[in-house]
C-alpha cells in the first residue's frame, strides 16, 4: 500500500528510501525505482509506474579505475568490496559484489557509479 502525499505535495516521512524485490532479478531496489539498475528490466507497478508519479535522477558519483597485472609474479586475486558509511563514519552496509582472478598480463575494469533519484520529480 502505497503512503498518502501531505497537501504540499511531499511524500509522507518514512516512504523515501523504502525498498522492495526486483521480480525479475530478485535484488533489493529502491520502491521508486521504474528500472531495476541491477538487470535493467523496466517495471510495471511502483510509485514510477502510476499515472501522474515522476522520478528524475541524476549520477552524483562516478568512478572507475582499471587493474593491470605485472608482467611477472604469480596470478592475483580479487574481492570487489562496497562499504557505505553515514555522516559519523560507521559502516551501515557492506557487501561483496565480486570475486575473480587475474593472470600475468590481463586487466579488470571496475566502475563504480552511486545514482541518485528524486521520487516525485522534486
Request: glycine share 12%; net charge positive.
Amino acid at each position: 500500500m502505497r503512503a498518502r502525499d501531505h497537501a504540499d505535495g511531499s511524500a509522507r516521512r518514512g516512504t523515501v528510501g523504502r525498498s522492495r524485490t526486483c521480480p525479475h532479478c530478485k535484488a533489493t531496489i529502491l520502491e521508486s525505482a521504474a528500472i531495476c539498475p541491477q538487470c535493467r528490466h523496466h517495471l510495471k507497478f511502483g510509485a514510477a509506474g502510476r499515472p501522474g508519479d515522476s522520478t528524475q535522477g541524476f549520477s552524483a558519483l562516478q568512478v572507475e579505475g582499471t587493474l593491470h597485472h605485472a608482467e611477472r609474479g604469480g596470478d592475483w586475486e580479487y574481492s570487489v568490496v562496497v562499504a557505505i558509511r553515514n555522516e559519523r563514519g560507521e559502516e551501515i552496509s557492506r557487501h561483496v559484489v565480486g570475486v575473480g582472478a587475474l593472470r600475468s598480463e590481463e586487466s579488470r575494469t571496475f566502475t563504480l557509479a552511486v545514482e541518485i533519484t528524486t521520487p516525485g520529480g522534486r
